[in-house]
């Protein structure tokens, strides 16, 4: 075959005290690497907190995870929230979408250079924004203005829409790592610099992916009020 395909499950925990460990949500995902050098993920997310949130996501990105096109559709409290489709080029990125708040949308936005990534919420794709990071300059903290998130909600539960944004990545190393998918030597990073961004700063966000050039997630946390776990359970690289 010209492709190939990693799927996956991750399941989603809590952290609260209350709550410890119980499940609350999970994703499932495959990741297709194309003979033309285009990386197609698939998500179908679902968050059991309510008002519970489901979630499918089709976004095709080049080998650095700058994204091409995009399509969204969300239900909230199971109801239909909203549905998407998103267009990048080097000059501008389009959106035509409609959902419950807005109704209709159309959305075109003039950029001076390609935007580096979408954020369109799975939990597959923190990992893959990893990649913008560049390694040669070892552990420490780069930003990357001029991001795009298809809702500036952290459950991702609003939209979709674009909206502009920026974040920091912090590499702090290497290390092995256990999860229910197995053991692998991973890479860990934190997203920082999320205040001034979003209309709420996110809380502390650590991520391991795998040490390797796929940057399959493997595990992640998230601080504050969240309190939330997320882990890689399954994996089949096809």
């Not at 489709?85 to 949308?105: A, L, M």
């Amino acid at each position: 075959m010209s492709h190939k395909t990693i799927s996956g499950k991750i399941l989603y925990t809590s952290k609260k005290p209350e709550r410890m460990d119980q499940e609350r949500g999970r994703e499932y995902f495959s990741l297709t690497h194309q003979a033309d050098d285009v990386l197609v993920m698939h998500a179908h997310c679902e968050i059991d907190d309510a008002p519970n949130v489901i979630r499918d996501v089709v976004l095709a990105m080049d080998q650095n995870a700058r994204p091409l096109d995009c399509s969204v559709r969300i239900s909230v409290g199971d109801k239909f929230e909203g549905t998407g489709w998103f267009r990048f080029t080097d000059e501008y990125v389009e959106c035509e979408s409609y959902n419950q708040k807005d109704g209709r949308i159309r959305q075109k936005i003039e950029i001076d250079a390609p935007v580096k990534w979408l954020q369109a919420h799975p939990i597959v794709g923190d990992a893959l924004v990893m990649k913008l990071y560049d390694l040669s300059k070892g552990p420490g903290k780069q930003f990357f203005p001029d991001l795009m998130l298809t809702s500036p909600d952290h459950r991702g539960a609003t939209g979709p829409e674009i909206f502009q944004t920026g974040f920091g990545i912090a590499y702090v190393g290497e290390e092995t790592i256990t999860v229910g998918a197995g053991t692998f030597l991973a890479r860990h990073f934190q997203i920082v610099d999320t205040a001034g961004n979003l209309p709420e700063e996110h809380p502390p966000y650590n991520l391991w992916c795998t040490a390797d050039e796929e940057y399959l997630f493997l595990r992640a946390g998230v601080d504050g009020y969240m309190q939330t776990h997320y882990e890689l359970v399954e994996l089949n690289r096809g």
